[in-house]
């Protein structure tokens, strides 16, 4: 990746090329890379849809760095012949996306915005806002089983080490995507609200 760094003490932005290789815990690497000054990431391979561990380990960087607002570029490779790009459409939008499958670049530009597919957290409960599509999807979690499977999906924890009831569930509503073989955990933990909280 090429990172940019951000000197927030005066406003500028210093470039620098720095080659990472993503961790199996890119929850933990995003932050680290937040908490480092990384204002903007760009992801010199496309992330590839093709069955294999490291697209979903890079979906979950692109929507953890998201959700703290820093800026992604990326490219998007698709193998599988099932995919909507709607179920990731939450996620900063691909420079571009090239494979077996059609993938409007366009459109999705056109429809982002920040916290569209988001949970936040209260005591005991939580609150899941999926925008994806046409219209808002709000669900409202308090079954502590359910509780621990959301927050624990969230944290990094893979679909498959949930309990298959749970992940059904989950799944049905659209908030674990399922894409040919990949399952992957769609809404983001939101740290601050980027717009008024009545806009999402």
Do not use: N
């Not at 090429?2 to 210093?14: E, Q, T």
């Not at 399922?178 to 740290?191: T, V």
């Amino acid at each position: 990746m090429r990172v940019l760094l951000r000197d927030s003490a005066v406003g500028s932005v210093a470039e620098r090329s720095t080659d990472l290789v993503p961790r199996t815990d890119p929850v933990t690497e995003a932050a680290e890379l937040f908490e480092a000054g990384v204002r903007g990431v760009v992801l010199r391979d496309p992330v590839r849809l093709d069955g294999r561990a490291d697209a979903a380990r890079a979906l979950t960087l692109l929507r953890e760095l998201g959700s703290r607002g820093v800026s992604c570029r990326w490219e998007l490779r698709v193998e599988e012949t099932e995919f909507d790009w709607v179920a990731l459409s939450h996620l900063p939008p691909p420079s571009r996306a090239s494979g077996r499958v059609p993938v409007d670049v366009s459109a999705w530009t056109d429809s982002w915005f920040p916290c569209k597919c988001v949970q936040r957290e209260g005591p005991g409960f939580l609150q899941i806002r999926d925008r994806r599509g046409s219209a808002m999807e709000c669900y409202t979690v308090s079954d502590p089983e359910l509780v621990r499977a959301a927050r624990s999906l969230a944290g990094g924890t893979t679909p498959d080490g949930i309990d298959s009831g749970t992940r059904e569930r989950f799944a049905d509503s659209g908030l674990i995507v399922r894409l040919g073989s990949l399952e992957w955990w769609a809404p983001a933990r939101i740290r601050r609200w980027p717009v008024p909280a009545m806009a999402v």
